[in-house]
C-alpha cells in the first residue's frame, strides 16, 4: 500500500498559475478541517505532527476536491491569504471606531466600498473578495474560540473562557490603605525672629553730587516729530536712496531674467539645430543607402544580360555547327 501510495504521489502534475476562486474555498475548507483534525487529536494524543505532514495532509484533501496544487503551493497560498486579512480586518476596524465615535470629519470608508487604486494607495490588498473573507473569519473565530478552551472538552462560553476559574472563584481583593498622618502646622514665628531673619539695610548716605539734566519726554517728543527743513531733507534724501536702491534691484532682477532667457533661447536654438542636422545627415545616409541599392540592382541585371547574351551567342554557334554539318556531304563509300 505504501509503495502504491508513493507511486500515486510522484504520477501528481500539479497545477501552475493564479489561483481560481474555487481553489481557494478548497484551500480554506481544508484548512479548517485540518484545525478541526488536529484539534480531536490533541485530545486524545500529547504533541503535534510536523507541518510538513499537516500541509501534505491539506493537500491530499485539495486532491480530492479537484483543487491539483501541492502542499508548498498551499503552504504559500495561506500565508498570503492570512497576511492580506490582517490586514483588511485591522483596516475595518479602525473604520468601525471611527465610526463609534461620531466624528463627522471621518472620510474612511469601508473596505468593500473603495475602489481598487484607492486600496493601492492605502496599503491594502486589492483583490480580496468578500467570499473569501467570511471563510477566513469563521476559520480564525473558530481557531481563536479553540485556544480559549485549551483543548479541555468543554464548550466555548465567553462569560466563562475570558477568565479562568481560579480567577473567578477568588475574592476581590481589598487594599487597605493606611492612615497617614497629617503634617504638622508651620510655626508662627514672633515679631522679634521676623526682625532678625530680615536682612541688614545698607546704611543711609546723603547724595552730595547734582542730578544730570534729563531732558524732557515731551521735548523728545517734539524733537523727534519736528517738522524742520533739516529733517525733510534728510527724509527726502533717504527716500530717494530707497528708491534708487530698489531701482537697482529691479534692474539687477530684469538683466538676471534677460540672462537666462537668452542663455535658455541659446540652448533651444542649439538643440534645435543639432536635430536639424542629425535629421539631414539621416537623410544622407538613406540617399545613399538607396543609390547602393540602385547600383547593386544595375550590376544585377547588367549580369543577367550578360548572361543571357552569352546564352544566346552559344545557342547560335551551336545551332551554326550542327547546320554545317548538316550540309555536308556523306563521304563516299
Avoid at 464548550?155 to 477568588?170: D, K, V
Avoid at 531674467?257 to 539631414?280: D, L, P, Y
Wanted: hydrophobic content about 30%.
Amino acid at each position: 500500500m505504501d509503495s502504491g501510495g508513493s507511486s500515486n504521489i510522484m504520477l501528481r502534475d500539479y497545477r501552475k498559475g493564479n489561483w481560481t476562486v474555487q481553489e481557494t474555498m478548497v484551500l480554506i475548507e481544508a484548512k479548517k478541517m485540518d484545525d478541526e483534525r488536529r484539534m480531536k487529536r490533541q485530545d486524545s494524543e500529547r504533541g503535534n505532527k510536523p507541518g510538513e505532514l499537516r500541509w501534505k495532509w491539506v493537500e491530499d484533501y485539495c486532491w480530492r476536491n479537484g483543487c491539483l496544487r501541492s502542499q508548498n503551493q498551499c503552504n504559500d497560498k495561506w500565508d498570503n491569504l492570512m497576511r492580506d486579512f490582517k490586514k483588511v480586518r485591522e483596516y475595518e476596524r479602525r473604520v468601525a471606531e471611527k465610526l463609534a465615535e461620531g466624528d463627522g470629519s471621518n472620510n474612511m470608508q469601508s473596505y468593500w466600498k473603495i475602489e481598487r487604486n484607492e486600496r493601492k494607495e492605502k496599503n491594502l490588498p486589492t483583490n480580496m473578495l468578500p467570499e473569501i473573507y467570511e471563510a477566513l473569519v469563521e476559520v480564525v473565530d473558530k481557531r481563536g474560540q479553540k485556544v480559549l478552551i485549551g483543548g479541555s472538552g468543554t464548550s466555548y462560553n465567553p462569560s466563562t473562557t475570558s477568565l479562568s476559574p481560579t480567577l473567578q472563584q477568588q475574592p476581590p481583593i481589598q487594599l487597605q490603605i493606611a492612615a497617614l498622618p497629617l503634617p504638622p502646622p508651620p510655626q508662627l514665628l514672633s515679631p522679634p525672629a521676623i526682625a532678625q531673619q530680615q536682612p541688614p539695610q545698607p546704611p543711609y548716605l546723603p547724595y552730595t553730587q547734582p542730578l544730570p539734566t534729563m531732558c524732557d519726554s515731551s521735548e523728545r517728543d517734539r524733537s523727534e516729530h519736528s517738522d524742520s527743513p533739516a529733517k525733510r531733507r534728510r527724509k527726502g534724501d533717504q527716500g530717494e536712496a530707497g528708491t534708487s536702491s530698489g531701482n537697482n534691484n529691479l534692474q539687477e532682477v530684469g538683466s538676471a531674467i534677460f540672462k537666462s532667457a537668452a542663455i535658455i533661447a541659446e540652448t533651444i536654438q542649439a538643440s534645435e539645430e543639432r536635430e536639424e542636422r542629425r535629421h539631414r545627415e539621416m537623410l544622407s545616409l538613406h540617399e545613399r543607402r538607396l543609390q547602393i541599392e540602385e547600383s547593386k540592382a544595375e550590376i544585377n541585371r547588367q549580369g543577367i544580360n550578360g548572361l543571357v547574351d552569352s546564352v544566346n551567342r552559344l545557342a547560335n554557334s551551336i545551332l551554326s555547327l550542327a547546320a554545317n554539318n548538316n550540309n555536308q556531304p556523306p563521304p563516299p563509300t
